[in-house]
DNA sequence: CAAAGCATAGCATGTTTTTGTTATTTTCTC
DNA sequence: GAGAAAATAACAAAAACATGCTATGCTTTG
């Protein structure tokens, strides 16, 4: 298979990403192979590159962000980019996330070459790819996925340093009754019945 | 810089591993390279290959299991062996507890190829080489490591999933004095305040 | 624009956790 | 086999939390 076309790595991992884009180029299907490990390095290359085809393969952990904040960036900058995510991620809320993004291909980093190519061919067939191991998280119709508000994860991260109730409230100037009712929201949100479990959630989940 | 010999990846993110086997074989300096995804198969393979030179680039997270926990293993088999840890960890505890097993190397998985091509030559040179975002957590002299017994972290798991004090002791089929006690002395060791903040540091170090 | 969801706030009550202090038995480790 | 560390257990007071219920103004979005 020759795809005629660009591929980008983007992963926080330098190690990795100048890896996979030796994989990449080893593999012969894309005529061109860069990597970056830095978000704005990476912007700064589409931005030049124009709106062209092209394939980028995205990992989710991002420090200070996550591959799903700057999936807008890429549509908005290039909109005929293929998106593949490669994920060392296994918490089905992260995952669901993903998928909610609706990208190209998702790719587990456990996956080997042979799910790799499986997915190149899907998508260059016009499908989408979604890493076997990740089918049970594909959503049914009607399904809810339990999402926080900015508040609650602000108020997450609060907890998670220690604070107390009464602590977190005076340190973001809220009623101590607000940041309860908050609290309490969250609980039944994710389905927890103690703080401890709350953060283990919040934990898995990558939501602080 | 030519080394004469063997190099081996042991990583459960298959992608990666073949991924940083490829740029091993490109990067030239060993005459072969082997990679493994599957702690058996790579004890198979030390197992086979006798007491021979070789490199191991290992990486800290595996599944159920840990690098460090397999390092006595390879050194029973291969005394000769050069180890290298590949980690994309940050947490203090967890680097520290990798620093006390005095592998031969220890690179960040962000680190580039220049600081890989560092740890090479200082290895060969016979020095050790840490990753120099890793420097403040090498062990000053009279440093205590935070360590978690057994049974700590037992009832580290029941409060992850939830249990309170009251039913983690019917669970466990102790006294709830004695799961205070416990608790008291496992968020004194890692000087947290609250319960919250302990799951937080339990996930961070991995301990459950 | 209406409905839904978010952020805010309150009260009351019973439960749970945290903290200060102490102590015995068992199990490693040198 | 002595000494250290771990696991066990207890009591009591103070602080914090969970949960029952209600309610209002503000955004966002179909």
């Known amino acids: ?30 005529d061109a192979v860069s990597s970056f490990s830095k978000v704005d390095e ?3 290359f589409l931005r030049s590159f124009g709106n062209q085809k092209l394939y980028v393969f995205l990992d989710y952990y991002l420090p200070e962000t996550n591959g799903l904040s700057i999936l807008t960036d890429i549509k908005r900058l290039n909109n005929q980019a293929k998106i593949v995510f490669i994920t ?17 291909g998702i790719l587990s980093k456990s996956a ?12 260059e067939r016009g499908r989408e790819y979604i890493d ?16 926080f508000t900015p508040r609650e ?8 340093q220690g604070n107390s109730i009464a602590e977190t409230a005076a ?18 949100k994710a389905n ?15 939501l602080i």
Chains 1, 2 share one sequence.
Do not use: W
Not at 1 to 30: C, E, N, P, Y
Not at 132 to 147: A, D, I, L, S, Y
Not at 192 to 206: D, F, G, R, V
């Open 42 to 44: 990476f912007i700064d």
């Open 153 to 160: 994860i602000e108020l997450l991260k609060y907890f998670s």
């Open 171 to 188: 340190k973001t100037f809220l009623s101590p009754h607000t940041i309860v009712a908050h609290r309490r929201k969250m609980m039944a």
């Open 88 to 104: 060392s991620a296994i918490a089905p809320a992260v995952i669901r996330n993903i998928l909610r993004y609706k990208p190209h």
């Open 1 to 30: 298979m020759k795809i005629l076309t660009h591929a980008v790595v983007l992963d926080d991992h330098r190690l990795f990403a100048d890896s996979f884009a030796l994989l990449l180029q080893r593999f012969g299907a894309f």
């Open 112 to 123: 080997d070459i042979q799910d790799f190519i499986m997915c190149l061919e899907a998508i």
């Open 192 to 206: 927890c019945h103690t703080i401890a479990e709350m953060l283990t959630y919040a934990q898995k989940n990558h």
């Open 132 to 147: 076997p191991q990740f089918e049970p998280f594909v959503m049914q119709r009607g399904e809810r996925v339990v999402t």
